[in-house]
Nanobody, 126 residues
Framework: QVQLVESGGGLVQAGDSLRLSCAASGRTFSIYSMGWFRQAPGKEREFVAAVSGNGDNTDYAESVKGRFTISRDNAKNTVYLQMNSLKLEDTAVYFC???????????????????WGQGTQVTVSS
C-alpha cells in the first residue's frame, strides 16, 4: 500500500513559477513509476508528466514541455513538479500517482496507476 500526499499548490499570476511536491509512504519508492496528472473544471483528467523509479526517464505532455520539470528524490520518497512560465490554462487540481513498474519504466496512462493522492489546487490568474 502506498499513500501519497501532495503539497505546494496555490494562487499565482501568469508567468510565475510553482513547485509541487508529493510525499509517498513505503520502503520501495524507487521501483514505482510516478506521475502528475491534472483536472480542470468540466474537463477530464489529463497526463502532465511522469518519471521512472530510478529518475532516469521522464515524459511530458506536449502542453507543458519546456515549462515543467518532474524529478524525484528517492531518499526522501518525494516526487516534484517544477512549473515555470505558468499559463491561465494550467489552472487545475493536480494529482500525483504511483504504480509499481520496476526502476526504469515511465507510465503515462492514468488508468495504469494504482495509487493516487488527494490533489492540490493550482490557480493561475492574469
Amino acid at each position: 500500500q502506498v499513500q501519497l500526499v501532495e503539497s505546494g499548490g496555490g494562487l499565482v499570476q501568469a508567468g510565475d513559477s510553482l513547485r509541487l511536491s508529493c510525499a509517498a509512504s513505503g520502503r520501495t519508492f524507487s521501483i514505482y513509476s510516478m506521475g502528475w496528472f491534472r483536472q480542470a473544471p468540466g474537463k477530464e483528467r489529463e497526463f502532465v508528466a511522469a518519471v521512472s523509479g530510478n529518475g532516469d526517464n521522464t515524459d511530458y505532455a506536449e502542453s507543458v514541455k519546456g515549462r515543467f520539470t518532474i524529478s524525484r528524490d528517492n531518499a526522501k520518497n518525494t516526487v516534484y513538479l517544477q512549473m515555470n512560465s505558468l499559463k491561465l490554462e494550467d489552472t487545475a487540481v493536480y494529482f500525483c500517482a504511483a504504480v509499481f513498474r520496476g526502476s526504469s519504466l515511465v507510465v503515462t496512462t492514468s488508468s495504469a496507476y494504482k495509487y493516487w493522492g488527494q490533489g492540490t489546487q493550482v490557480t493561475v490568474s492574469s
